[in-house]
């Protein structure tokens, strides 16, 4: 395995893993529980940030271009209706 492969399963994995922490914060039903849930989601997030930066300063990662003021216009407006 080489590192671009390695670098976009750990940043896939920790999406997937984000994703689920998210919605057994939702579910939660103990106050105790949810906030342990809520931190190991931060720490994974900070974790994500680091192997995203990693992945895009290595060129292994293109985000997608910004959306202009018309596209943000388009979803605001979606949203709102």
């Known amino acids: 395995?080489?590192?671009?492969?390695?670098?976009?399963?750990?940043?896939s994995s920790t999406n997937t893993m984000i994703t689920l922490l998210n919605y057994s914060i939702e579910?939660?039903?103990n106050k105790n529980?949810?906030?342990d849930l809520?931190?190991?989601?931060n720490k994974l997030e900070?974790?994500?940030w680091e192997v995203y930066t990693c992945a895009k300063?290595?060129?292994y990662y293109v985000p997608a271009a910004p959306g202009g003021m018309a596209d943000v216009e388009q979803v605001k407006n979606?949203?709102?209706k």
């Open 46 to 48: 900070s974790l994500q």
């Open 78 to 80: 979606s949203v709102t």
């Open 33 to 35: 529980f949810r906030d």
């Open 1 to 11: 395995m080489n590192e671009k492969t390695a670098i976009s399963d750990v940043l």
């Open 57 to 59: 300063d290595k060129g």
């Open 27 to 29: 579910q939660a039903n």
């Open 38 to 41: 809520r931190n190991a989601r």
